[in-house]
């Protein structure tokens, strides 16, 4: 059973991301993995100013909803990426204002690694999945294949998908995002080429601080 606590703390931590400009209004969704159920914040809702009323409760295995509230649209990939990795217990789907920049563009800078945070907490590759219409069975599929071997992921047009073990590995992950994303593009802008890290520099920062690399895909 989820305890009114949990589902306190799941309200604390959405508020924490919009606090952290990481979604405004209805745009993006959390969940939360408690044991074979998930806490979804509820389709339509603002995560800012989220409440214990419109967070919906579903199964893992199926998306059932277990408490009437109607989950985000974007549930099905949520629960999708927690029944392929066992090691992930929160999704989070943002729109923060550098990222989504670098999202929308033509041209854009998938290569982010201007600093030793990016290959280490966000990814030393980052799959850019190609317009798809957002709540359908074709961006979920997508989004799900990614993640399963990254823990974070570019959405054309869109937005970003982060995951990771608990809220404070999955909010440094989208933090570091975007500011890798902001380094990138105030350099474009100055006129400047990023200095990103070559394919032997993220070697050797994996190797030092990881143990591995991960340049053909993450280590689970």
Known sequence: MIEKYQFEEFVRQAHRVGEAGLTICSSGNLSWRIGDKALVSGTGSWVPELKPG????????TGEIMNGV????ESVFHLGIMRNRPDVNVVLHFQSPYATLLACTKERATNINVTAEMPLHVGRVIPVIPFKLPGTPELAEAVVEAMKNRNAIQLAKHGQVVCGKD??????????????????YQAL??????DVFTEEELDEIELHYLGYTTKDGLKL
Request: charge should be positive.
């Open 54 to 61: 419109n967070v919906s409760v579903c199964k893992v295995a």
């Open 70 to 73: 109607k989950p985000s649209m």
């Open 167 to 184: 809220f404070d590995d999955v909010f440094q992950r989208a933090m570091f995002f975007e500011m890798g994303c902001r380094i990138v």
């Open 189 to 194: 802008q100055a006129g400047k080429e990023p």
